[in-house]
């Protein structure tokens, strides 16, 4: 089945880490994305990715960093200077610039907590 | 940005009944989306509503959107305890090649 996998489900990180956050596809869509979910609010978009080699920042890129070396896989780096990085973290998918008529496929989710 | 402005923010509701929520925006919109997700999971797409539809069904899924008010309307009818989750209205004012969210409604139906 196709999908988009999402690893681990949870992740502590300590002060002052880095720690990276998997997401793999298998749908063959170009598009890739990746959102911060806080309790009780929407999904706030950090960076997103069209095509191989190439992303853009979102709107909440500061202390986060991605890479797109390979279709299937987008991992995003919570770095050490992102002050308040625990969250629920989203990946998602999409035909590459049909988002408006396709809409996302995301995945379950990582939920990371600095302790 | 935060396109999409859902109201209520929760929503409790009995079993049988229907639940009714609604999501505002801003700028204009080619397509509108609505969204489901389950407790500590991903976000599930619904239904996709085009700007020049006023209203368009699913199973027990009714939209409605009224582009001149800038809003759409999300019913869910003869609820079932499985629908307890939270409702995300999505929009695509911000570009093409990204959705913009609201911060959803949650909606819990009471067996």
């Known amino acids: 089945d196709g999908g988009i996998t999402q690893s681990p489900k949870y992740l502590f990180r300590k002060e002052g880490q880095n720690v990276t956050l998997s997401c793999e596809q298998n749908?063959?869509?170009?598009?890739m994305y990746w959102y911060r979910q806080d309790p009780g609010q929407g999904l706030r978009l950090i960076y997103y990715s069209q095509i191989v080699n190439d992303f853009q920042k979102g709107d909440i890129a500061e202390g986060y960093s991605v890479s797109r070396e390979k279709k299937e896989s987008f991992p995003l780096t919570v770095t050490s200077a992102q002050k308040n990085p625990t969250a629920f973290y989203l990946c998602a998918s999409s035909i590459s610039g049909r988002v408006r008529d396709y809409g996302y496929t995301f995945g379950s989710g990582t939920r990371l907590t600095v302790v | 940005s935060q396109q999409g402005e859902e109201d209520p923010q929760a929503l409790s509701i009995q079993e049988g009944e229907n639940a009714t929520m609604n999501c505002s925006y801003k700028?204009?919109?080619?397509?509108l989306q609505w969204y489901r997700q389950n407790s500590g999971r991903g976000l599930v797409h619904l239904i996709l509503i085009r700007s020049n539809e006023r209203e368009k069904h699913s199973g027990r899924l009714r939209v409605t959107l009224d582009t001149s008010k800038k809003s759409s309307s999300l019913l869910i009818t003869a609820s079932r305890a499985a629908d307890t989750a939270s409702y995300f209205c999505?929009?695509?004012?911000?570009?093409?090649?990204?959705?913009?969210f609201g911060a959803g409604t949650t909606v819990t139906v009471r067996a």
């Open positions: 700028t204009s919109i080619n397509n």
């Open positions: 999505a929009t695509d004012g911000d570009g093409d090649y990204k959705l913009s």
């Open positions: 749908l063959n869509h170009d598009a």
